[in-house]
């Protein structure tokens, strides 16, 4: 039995059943995906995506790509860039798929740039493999070794340390603000050279049709194995799950100890009451009447926008929501799926996802500052705006409970929490229940659409499984509905 049919729920599901076991997924939502999905939340005929939008990770990820979800229906659509970062009274900074054209835009730091992205770029697939658990030897060890003690690095640190213009230090600390840290904190230099990367490598693309078109070709193939689904069906407790010989929870700690907490011994209960969540998300849907009205019209090269100017601001800002503030000028996280993608809005008609981050469970209205980001870097954008859709950390986790207080990775993925969520186990998947497994994003390797926390907790229940065929563990469990 899987528990949660977020994109970890169901990659668990999938390798279970293709592992030849009977599986069936529990939904407490109407309907799967999690928070990869899609719905018309502001006008009829516009598609916006509720939560994930941009699927770097989801192409990258050796599990996905072993499904070729192609065959259940998703096309990928790669805008010509992946990223615009636009700055005030300078030409945008775009990250494009080449390397060089990219350091080309650069200026003074487009050497450097090279110098730090290149062997990453190059060693991606290793990279992916090792995070799905299958280490390879990679092409350049020296400099990817390099790039691994970087990594650990705040963002601000090595930005500074790497280049001397404002372009390149802007687009990292863009890429690094992903973390949800402060960019004085490690690691979060992280996440500005992974997804600067994969940016490289693979592209930033989205599904044609909505994030839920993803979703749904996991459910086809799960179905295609002889999986099932049941949706409508919230797990209060252990005991309301069908009998089973191992459950998988696609739920973060809180939840968990909600649910199975009176089974679990102490000491782990107390892990999982200490573990931290992140600051939460502040999303906007808007419905426009054209295209955003970009001052530099090379942004509308880029399916991904981030709003924020030079890396000092953006610092300051994620520096001030991790205090407990709420910046007047955001970091704002902005794609425009229909430029791409017409079939996500009636003809001519445009559909906007931004979030910005604000504290855990913050009732802040970011509306207006969000818009206002958007109108510094986009005269005339408010006249273009049919109607919106506010989603504040609260309204986040009514419509999913994994979106606690607003935290969209399942927990801070800083150094303390990162390899070894949701608590120090050498397995972080089991738990000290026979038979019971955590697979959500609060595992490694964390946050994003990529299946892997689902797979590698599958392969967890599948080695005690194939272990002890006769004695195989019954986590508690009374009848089924
Ligand atoms: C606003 C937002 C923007 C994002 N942007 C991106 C992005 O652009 N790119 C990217 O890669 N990632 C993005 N993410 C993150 C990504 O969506 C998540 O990391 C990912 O969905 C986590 O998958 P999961 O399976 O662990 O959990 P979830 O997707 O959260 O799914 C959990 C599921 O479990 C169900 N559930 C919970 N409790 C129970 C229960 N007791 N009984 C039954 N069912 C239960 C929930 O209803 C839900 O369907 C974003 C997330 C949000 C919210």
Known sequence: MVVGSGPNGLAAAI????????VAVLEAAGEPGGALRSAETTLPGFVHDVGSAIHPLAVAS?????LSLERYGVRWVHPPAPLAHPLEGEEVVLLERSLEETAAGLGEDGEAYLRLMSPLAADLERLANLAAGRPALPRHPAALGASALRALRPAVSLARAAFRGGRARALFAGNAAHSFLPLERRP???FGLALGALGHAVGWPFPEGGAGRLARALV???????GELLTGFPVGSLEEVPPARAVLFDVTPRQLLRIAGERLPGRY??????????????KVDFALDGPIPWADGRCARAGTVHLGGALEEIAAGEREVWRGGHPERPFVLLAQHTLFDPSRAPEGRHTVWAYCHVPNGSTFDMTGRIERQIERFAPGFRERVLTRRSAGPADLERENPNLVGGDINGGVMDL????????????PYSTPVRGLYICSSSTPPGGGVHGLCGYLAARSA??????????????????PR
């Open 416 to 427: 303390g929490q990162l390899l070894t969520r949701p608590a120090r186990r050498l397995d």
């Open 62 to 66: 050796p599990f996905f790509r072993s």
């Open 15 to 22: 390798e279970l059943a293709r592992n030849g076991l009977s």
């Open 188 to 190: 979060s230099a992280l």
């Open 220 to 226: 086809s193939c799960l179905r295609a194995l002889g």
């Open 269 to 282: 209960r107390r892990a999982l009451a200490r573990y931290r969540y992140g600051p939460g998300a502040f």
């Open 462 to 479: 599948l080695r005690l499984l194939r272990g002890s065929r006769r004695s195989a563990p019954r986590p508690p469990a009374a009848r």
